[in-house]
């Protein structure tokens, strides 16, 4: 094989209770990458459509994300990749986190597929760092994994994979500014009362054993976040408007997706998720910034193989 084709998908990092720890795959929004191998030695971009970002191979996240996992193998070749971006940087799905993601798994499967999921997902962190200032696997382990992960540590990594229940359905909204991931992190206080991480600790337990019995009550129960939506949600206009309005149209839960500004609403079936989008779009059509929203089931497969030659 010498040229793939992936379709790199969209994440939700944090699941309101889990910072840096939980997240889950999307399926409709994503960005495509070709990776060809090279004569030439080194990794080098050769092309990003769709929004400006840098080409120099050390500045962008694809980039440093294939040197990572080229340095390791040292093939006897080099890879140029072309990105085409849907996801637009600082959205809070992830944007970055699928260009690394995307790449090693598609360098992975021009070498032949030495390396398993959770070594991918190390190589990816690398370019990660590079966007948020410091290295976390909550949107790469979803996009590598597929489906709801947990990352049980960084330093081994190690990435357990959490059961999809089959008829939840996540509807997300994407108000057109951009928070930066790195300034949503330095906002954040250094310590939090004892209380709170009481009372985020139970809520991660619980929506852990939710998706393992299929429990869509104490999953909704449990996307609750005492710690982190208290300081973010203020970056993000009539974020309590749309909570509430998702709630009460039938989501079981709503929270920030991975740093915002987009807001996600986890929804029991593709009806009530489809009603929880147009009540989110009914409150943001009022307030005149522009936005867009979609649907999306949970991806249980992660990235995708689009073609190969
Ligand atoms: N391939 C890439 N895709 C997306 N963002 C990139 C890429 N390479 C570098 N960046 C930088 O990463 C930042 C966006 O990352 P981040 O703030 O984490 O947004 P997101 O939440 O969408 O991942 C921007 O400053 C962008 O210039
Ligand atoms: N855990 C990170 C997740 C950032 O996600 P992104 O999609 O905004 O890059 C954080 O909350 O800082």
């Given at each position: 094989m010498n040229q793939i084709k992936i379709f790199s998908p969209a994440t939700v990092a944090n699941v309101s209770c889990g910072f840096d720890v939980l997240g889950f795959c999307l399926d409709t929004v994503g960005d495509e990458m070709i990776i060809r191998k090279t004569v030439e030695k080194g990794i080098k971009i050769t092309k990003i459509d769709g929004f400006d970002l840098p080409l120099e191979t050390k500045k962008n996240v694809a980039g440093v994300a294939a040197l990572a996992i080229y340095e390791d193998a040292k093939p006897d070749c080099g890879f140029e990749i072309e990105i085409y971006k849907k996801i637009k940087p600082?959205?809070?799905?992830?944007s970055s986190s699928a260009s690394a993601s995307g790449v090693v798994f598609a360098i992975n499967e021009l070498l032949g597929?030495?390396?398993n999921k959770t070594q991918l997902s190390d190589f990816a962190m690398k370019g990660e760092a590079v966007a948020s200032g410091s290295e976390h696997a909550d949107n790469i382990a979803p996009g590598i994994f597929g489906g709801f992960t947990l990352v049980?540590?960084?330093?081994p990594l190690k990435i357990l994979e959490l059961p999809t229940p089959s008829n939840l359905y996540a509807t997300l909204i994407h108000p057109q500014i951009e928070v930066k991931t790195a300034e949503a992190r330095n906002i954040l206080p250094k310590n939090i009362p004892m209380q709170d991480a009481i009372t985020q600790w139970s809520n991660v337990g619980s929506l852990v054993h939710a998706l393992h019995t299929n429990d869509y009550p104490l999953l909704g129960e449990a996307l609750?976040?005492?710690?982190v939506e208290p300081h973010r949600?203020?970056?993000?206009?009539?974020y309590n408007e749309v909570k509430k309005a998702a709630i009460s149209n039938g989501a079981l839960g709503s929270g920030i997706s991975g740093s915002g500004p987009s807001i996600f609403s986890l929804s029991e079936g593709i009806e009530t998720a489809k009603k929880v989008e147009q009540a989110i779009q009914e409150v943001y059509t009022k307030t005149g910034i522009e936005f867009y929203t979609f649907t999306s089931k949970?991806?249980?497969?992660?990235i995708k193989i689009l073609s190969s030659e």
């Open positions: 600082g959205s809070g799905i992830g597929k030495p390396y049980k540590s960084n330093q609750q976040d005492v710690i949600s203020k970056l993000i206009p009539h949970i991806n249980a497969e992660g």
